[in-house]
């Protein structure tokens, strides 16, 4: 009988939530960074000039599916590279942005372009938390909620 070595095969729940807690952390550091650009910008009540909504909405209910997403996509086509990623992750951004204006009522051009950025943005964000795992439970809770109180 082959006995199977437990320390061979990857923890399916471990893998899993790694990937979520990349997931958020990469989604609270872009939260923080479009934050802090946002106050070289005009904005009024959290919500910058020309976006229907404000930030953490537009990246947790809008870039944060469209993440989601480009990662199947990136799965489905076993492509682990930066170049074809961020080609993807571009168009996802494109398609948030247009999601979002048809919801929310903005102008589609302009949500398409500032998807695209954001969703940029989250791409390195999550390649920098995949080299910095130590960070991840700081940039996907702590980050994010003292963005919230102080901005």
Request: glycine fraction near 10%; include cysteine; charge should be neutral.
């Amino acid at each position: 009988m082959n006995k199977i070595k437990d320390y061979d095969l990857p923890s399916v729940r471990l893998s899993a939530g790694m990937y979520a807690l990349t997931k958020l952390s990469a989604a609270g550091l872009t939260f923080m960074l479009v934050s802090l650009l946002m106050l070289f910008f005009p904005h009024e009540g959290g919500v910058p000039e020309g976006w229907p909504i404000s930030v953490p909405y537009a990246i947790y209910a809008y870039g944060l599916p469209a993440t989601l997403l480009a990662d199947l996509l990136l799965r489905m086509f076993r492509s682990s590279s930066l170049g074809p990623s961020l080609v993807l992750y571009a168009a996802a951004g494109f398609g948030a942005g247009l999601w979002l204006a048809s919801e929310q009522g903005g102008e589609a051009m302009t949500c398409g372009i500032y998807g695209i950025a954001v969703l940029l943005v989250f791409r390195l964000a999550q390649v920098a938390g995949e080299r910095q795992p130590l960070l991840l439970p700081v940039f996907a809770l702590f980050i994010p909620l003292l963005c919230l109180l102080l901005l």
